[in-house]
C-alpha cells in the first residue's frame, strides 16, 4: 500500500467511524490525512511487531481531536485488528473519541487538551537527547491550536536546548472551530512567528504526498524543525471543505451518502 491509497482508506473509515458514533471532528480528521498517511507509509521507523522498540520514532498527534486518523493508519499498518476500528467511540471500547493510548499499541500518548501533545514531544526529544539515542520526535499541531501558551513556552524550550530531533508539522487549514484562525486571533504569518522562537522553518502543501516526504527530511542542526503544511479542512468530501458546520456536525443521510460516494465508499 502506498501513501495515496493509505490516505484514501483513512477518509473512507472515517466517514464511516463518525457516521456510526455520531461523533465529530471529521473537518480536521480529513484535513491532517495526507500528513498521517506519509508519515506512517514512507517516514517513521516503527514496527508493529514491536511497538515499544526504544529505537522507534515517536509521533504525537497534539490536536487529539483528530485521532481517527492515527487509528485507521495504526490498524492499516498491523499494530491492531482494523475490525476493532468499528467499536470507534462506542461505551466500553479502547478508541476514544480524542486519541488515547491505553490499550492502543502505537499511540504514545492521549491527546486532547490542546497544547499539552507538544509539550510531551519536546520532553520526550530532550531525553532523547540526553540518553544520546538517534530517532526522532515529531509531533502534529492545529493552526487553532497555536493560540495556547504552552505551545509557544514549548517552542522557546525546544529552541533553547537545541532539540534538532523534534520536528512539528502545523496542520494549517485556517480554521477552528468557531470561525477561522484570522477572525479568531489574527494569524498572518505562522512561519515567521515559528522562526521567531527559534525554530528551522519550512513550509509546503500538506496534501501533496511528494512535497509532504520531501519537506519531513529537512532538519538543521542545532535548530528544531516546524513544518507549516497548508491544507485544507474537511479535504476529500466537496461540501465539507471549508465549511465550518463539519467541526462538530457528524455526516448523516443524504450527506453520509453523498461523501461515501465521493469517497468510493462501497455500501
Known sequence: MDSGQLALEIRQHAIEM????????????LSVTDIVAVLYNDILNINPQNPKDDNRD??????????????????????????????????????????????????????GSLGHGISVAVGMALAAKLD??????????????CEEGSVWESALFAAHHCLDNLIVIVDHNK???????EEQLGWKDLSKKWNAFGF???ECDGHNHNELRKTLQIREEGKPTCIIAHTIKGKGVSFM?????????DPQGEFYEKAKQELGVES
Request: hydrophobic residues 35%.
Open 175 to 181: 480554521m477552528q472551530a468557531m470561525g477561522t484562525c
Open 58 to 111: 515517536r509521533l504525537i498527534l497534539s490536536k487529539g481531536h483528530a485521532g481517527v486518523s492515527i487509528y485507521v493508519a495504526l490498524a492499516k499498518k498491523g499494530f491492531f485488528d482494523q475490525k476493532l476500528l468499528d467499536t470507534y467511540y462506542c461505551d466500553g471500547s479502547i478508541l476514544s473519541g480524542h486519541v488515547s493510548h491505553k490499550e492502543v499499541k502505537g499511540v504514545e500518548i492521549s491527546t
Open 18 to 29: 463518525v457516521h456510526a458514533s455520531h461523533a465529530s471532528h471529521i473537518g480536521a480528521i
Open 132 to 145: 544520546n539515542k538517534k530517532h526522532s520526535v515529531y509531533a502534529i499541531v492545529g493552526d487553532g491550536e
Open 200 to 202: 528551522h522553518t519550512v
Open 241 to 249: 471543505e471549508n465549511n465550518l458546520l463539519w467541526h462538530y456536525r
